[in-house]
């Protein structure tokens, strides 16, 4: 079945780091893929997202690309900052029919920024 | 405000009982999921419906259950069958954006059994 693999977490940074999370899937279709964070306590927010092949997905500063040729979707931001600390997770859609996408979910990388 | 409401932040039971984790949700969505998180596990799909009075089972309903009357509620029970009931319980909702579904997330409810 579709899976995703993250690395391994912690990651510790200094602030105005730049960073890399790595994520990479396997998928028998065409998968969207996304990125979420999760500040402490709280529920997913939807940070990036990306439906095709070379998208890129961007926000607040944080970027991914949907890699086809090697299955990756890695997530990266030029200087990171304090507030940037939290838990961040890749994902793919499998779609099960109309109105439904079924999320698989890597198992998170915590980020820990410090000043 | 649009948005998904879970109630309560945090839940206490035991041992030999049932608890309902409530999830509302005003964005008019037709989809509604009920996902578990456990440390260092990601997030796990219990139930999900598509429609009003239907529901599936996700992949790993034992000891779960759901009922969908209304389009904006969709509560979870965890019922006494459920062998490892404390974890952090996240519902979520869906349309459809542009072909793609897109899911939004409540701020979830944390349960643990005594």
């Known amino acids: 079945g579709d899976s995703v693999t993250q690395m391994e977490g912690p990651v510790t940074l200094s602030e105005e780091a730049f960073l890399t999370i790595n994520c990479t899937y396997t998928a028998t279709g065409y998968p969207s893929l996304f990125w979420y964070v999760q500040y402490p306590g709280e529920g997913l927010q939807l940070l990036l997202k990306a439906t095709k092949a070379d998208d890129k997905g961007s926000n607040k500063g944080f970027e991914a690309t949907y890699r086809k040729e090697t299955t990756s979707f890695h997530l990266e931001k030029g200087s990171v900052q304090v507030s940037d600390s939290a838990v961040y997770f890749c994902?793919?859609?499998?779609?099960?029919?109309?109105?439904?996408?079924?999320?698989?979910f890597g198992t998170g990388t915590r980020l820990l920024v410090s000043p | 405000d649009g948005g998904i409401t879970q109630s309560p932040k945090y839940l206490f039971r035991k041992e030999g009982q049932n608890v309902t984790l409530s999830c509302e949700q005003n964005?008019?969505?037709?989809?509604m999921y009920w996902y578990r998180q456990d440390p260092g596990q990601g997030l796990r799909l219990i139930y999900y419906s598509q429609i009003v009075n239907d529901f599936q089972k996700g992949d790993i309903a034992e000891g779960y259950s759901v009922s969908r009357e209304k389009k904006e509620s969709f509560p979870l029970t965890v019922t006494s069958a459920q062998k490892n009931p404390t974890a952090f319980y996240l519902c979520?909702?869906?349309?459809?954006?542009?072909?793609?579904?897109?899911?939004?997330f409540g701020p979830g409810t944390r349960l643990t059994v005594l």
């Open positions: 979520a909702s869906s349309i459809w954006v542009r072909g793609r579904n897109e899911q939004f």
């Open positions: 994902a793919l859609s499998d779609f099960g029919g109309t109105g439904f996408q079924k999320l698989v």
């Open positions: 964005l008019n969505h037709d989809a």
